[in-house]
């Protein structure tokens, strides 16, 4: 005969299941009706934005590729023994990444301000109190 076997639970399930179900108080207030064309704008304007992102990211990782491709002393030259393609991939591209992906969010940022400075929608406004 098998031994009996253990229902094996973690400590928070346990909680959780005691506590029962409760109606959700954390849910937020059902926004007010949204202007459909002006979401369409915004979202046009942001679609724009991530577009012009990923193009300009494509020029500098490509733009990297095609440096190294054209000039292969890159690779052979070295800086207290790091080659200086790596050099310029740790010192130039990271940081231009990380610029990239700033610009990105606050012009999207930007594009929910303006449209909520206009009155678009429910863009920026967050849910209307009942």
Do not use: C
Not at 29 to 44: C, K, N, Q, S
Not at 87 to 108: D, G, I, N, T
């Amino acid at each position: 005969m098998s031994p009996r076997r253990e229902k094996l639970t973690s400590p928070q399930t346990r909680i959780a299941l005691a506590r029962g179900n409760r109606p959700a108080q954390h849910l937020l207030p059902i926004p007010g009706p949204v202007d459909t064309e002006a979401a369409r704008r915004l979202f046009r304007r942001q679609r724009r934005t991530a577009v012009r992102t990923v193009a300009l990211l494509s020029l500098l990782l490509f733009g990297m590729s095609g440096a190294f491709a054209l000039w292969p002393q890159l690779t052979v030259l070295r800086v207290s023994g790091v080659p200086v393609s790596w050099a310029l991939l740790v010192v130039a591209v990271y940081p231009l990444l990380f610029l990239l992906a700033l610009w990105h969010v606050r012009s999207a940022e930007r594009a929910e301000e303006d449209a909520a400075a206009r009155g678009e929608g429910a863009a920026g406004k967050g849910p209307t109190e009942p």
